[in-house]
């Protein structure tokens, strides 16, 4: 039976399943299986660290909201693997359902604070990396001013870019000789009107006191 083709994407609506995404072992199997194609809970474990208890209860949870699923429910074996269902996950950037935004916000910063857990990880390995990778790497930041229709158009343009290079996640065979997996963060956000000091609590800096 030929295997059944992933999603582009699935659509967090439910509060419960937006909370439960949220959860940074979730976040990581599911980047996982939609890299590495389906894999059982116990070779799961092998490559996250965790225990095969902890993932086959968190793959149960991601599969009962949509977001995983058996790759082959009647196949031989006890332990069977799990797949992806979409290559990304959406959820709402505004809701008027309070419970929604709510959760929706939730998950937004838990997405946040795992991209700067593995970009934190990425940096501190980093000295074992070629010269040619150091040399292309990008940390840096631009701030522009924007209208809401112009933002619109620089993501939309952005994603159009990036998307030029996405079939290679889903089919090794097209990825080109010395390619490595390289996290693209596309992130734009609208700064408070009034910027807090650098040292956040109104307070100088270590090394900035007044004399």
């Not at 998950?107 to 501190?124: I, Q």
């Not at 933002?151 to 998307?163: C, F, G, H, P, Q």
């Amino acid at each position: 039976m030929p295997e059944k083709p992933m999603q582009s994407k699935v659509q967090l609506t439910d509060p419960r399943a937006l909370r439960a995404y949220a959860h940074p072992t979730r976040m990581a199997l599911s980047g996982l299986l939609r890299r590495e194609g389906p894999l059982t809970a116990t070779r799961a474990a092998e490559l996250t660290g965790e225990s095969v208890a902890s993932c086959s209860y968190h793959l149960r949870i991601l599969a009962k909201y949509g977001l995983v699923e058996e790759a082959d429910p009647a196949g031989p074996g006890r332990e069977k693997p799990w797949r992806a269902t979409a290559q990304f996950t959406d959820w709402p950037t505004y809701s008027e359902d309070p419970a929604v935004a709510a959760a929706a916000e939730a998950l937004t910063l838990a997405v946040a604070e795992n991209y700067f857990h593995r970009m934190t990880r990425a940096l501190e390995t980093r000295g074992e990396l070629p010269r040619e990778w150091k040399e292309v790497e990008q940390f840096s930041d631009r701030t522009l001013y924007l209208t809401p229709d112009e933002l619109k158009m620089l993501s939309e343009r952005m994603t159009a870019l990036v998307a030029e290079f996405d079939d290679r996640g889903a089919d090794p065979s097209r990825r080109p000789e010395g390619a490595r997996r390289v996290p693209i963060l596309q992130v734009a956000y609208v700064a408070p009107e009034a910027e807090p000091p650098v040292g956040g609590d109104g307070r100088p800096e270590p090394g900035e006191e007044e004399s």
